[in-house]
């Protein structure tokens, strides 16, 4: 990092470190096997780390091939739905197999999608801001130029009733909807937003008897304490046994849980290190998404601006709804917690995440905007 950012932030990468040995620790705790592939997974991000920073040296490179990131991010949000490539684990169809390697396609899409939709904004921002069309008082922008939320709506409607997966879902709606909010700056998109997303979510849970499963177990576990609403009840007892300071590393009962190393590390954490340790890791958390907004503010152009802010809230926004599901909050997803959670694809996508900021921090520095002379 000091070779190729040398100006980057000196802020992120220590607290992505520091993540991501916690989540080995609670790993290797739980399931030695996992935390060996683990490891091996961890090597690969930073190697994914380097090569992104190797790879892009000037954000404007990856603004100029907008469109064909937006093409290849939606081939791999559907890649899972491929017949003879797409893998349905634990229920949800979220997996691509090529040979022996089994992967998660939606999360380099994410990172393809956040670009385009960075770049779109940029170029869209004024008519989107202004509007053309008069509603009464209101001026509201063409529907053609609302054209990607639209798309961005109709992918995470896609995702949450093909590939059964709601985490995914509210994800990737919630960081689009969050990029309009931001490079328009109008509160009326946010709200529209969220009615569309109430209203797929509506007509989801009526129609798929996955999403009303998840709904009924959020409102009331206790009803099937022993098969849907097992995992969240474990999640509770857990926190409780932690108490203050926690059982302490290896002295609690987390593998009680299942799926411990994934979906509810943060529960293993909660119950061995305590509230303490707990609200440790969501400070770390809030450190590095509150740097990762300094970031895209402090940038002058306008699309690493956007970009900063768009991967940024990939990262903040996952972490709210997998902390939110295991605390039932939400309604419980399958995502995993940022660099904590066992999971390659995650962690290189992640690692991927944390380099783009780091470039885009390093830009604001070294090649600043110098204002035109009269």
Request: proline share 5%; with cysteine.
């Amino acid at each position: 990092m000091r070779r190729l950012a040398p100006n980057a932030d000196g802020t992120l990468l220590p607290i992505a470190a520091l993540l991501n040995g916690i989540g080995f620790v609670t790993i290797a705790r739980l399931d030695e096997d996992l935390a060996r592939i683990q490891a091996v997974w961890t090597a690969v991000g930073v190697g994914a780390f380097i090569a992104t920073l190797l790879i892009v040296r000037r954000t404007r490179t990856i603004e100029r091939y907008r469109y064909t990131l937006l093409l290849v991010g939606v081939g791999f949000l559907l890649l899972p739905l491929v017949p003879g490539i797409g893998r349905t684990i634990n229920g949800a169809r979220l997996w691509a197999s090529l040979g022996p390697l089994n992967f998660q396609p939606g999360e380099a899409a994410k990172v393809l999608l956040v670009a385009f939709f960075a770049g779109y904004l940029v170029d869209k921002r004024e008519l989107l801001t202004a509007g053309s069309v008069r509603l009464g008082r209101m001026h509201l922008p063409a529907l053609r130029h609302l054209g990607p939320l639209m798309l961005a709506w109709g992918a995470s409607i896609v995702v949450m009733v093909l590939e059964k997966d709601l985490g995914s879902s509210l994800l990737f709606f919630g960081v689009f909807a969050s990029m309009l909010y931001m490079a328009t700056g109008r509160s009326a998109y946010l709200l529209g937003a969220l009615v569309l997303f109430a209203v797929g979510a509506a007509i989801a849970a009526q129609s798929f008897g996955h999403v009303q499963v998840r709904i009924d177990t959020w409102l009331d576990p206790w009803s099937d304490a022993q098969d849907s609403g097992y995992q969240v009840i474990q999640s509770w007892f857990a926190f409780g046994t932690g108490g203050l300071a926690g059982t302490g590393l290896g002295l609690g009962n987390p593998d009680k849980i299942p799926a411990a190393a994934t979906d509810f590390v943060f529960s293993a954490i909660g119950e061995e290190l305590g509230l303490i340790g707990s609200v440790g890791v969501l400070l770390c958390f809030l450190l590095l998404v509150g740097s990762g907004y300094r970031i895209a503010v402090q940038s002058p152009r306008p699309f690493p601006k956007l970009f900063a802010a768009g991967l940024t809230t990939i990262l903040g926004l996952q972490t709210f709804v997998i902390v939110g599901g295991v605390t039932r909050l939400i309604p419980l997803t399958g995502i995993t917690l940022p660099w904590v959670s066992y999971g390659g694809s995650s962690l290189v996508a992640n690692f991927a995440i944390l380099a783009l900021l780091l470039r885009v921090s390093d830009e604001t520095v070294s090649d600043p905007v110098r204002p035109a002379r009269r």
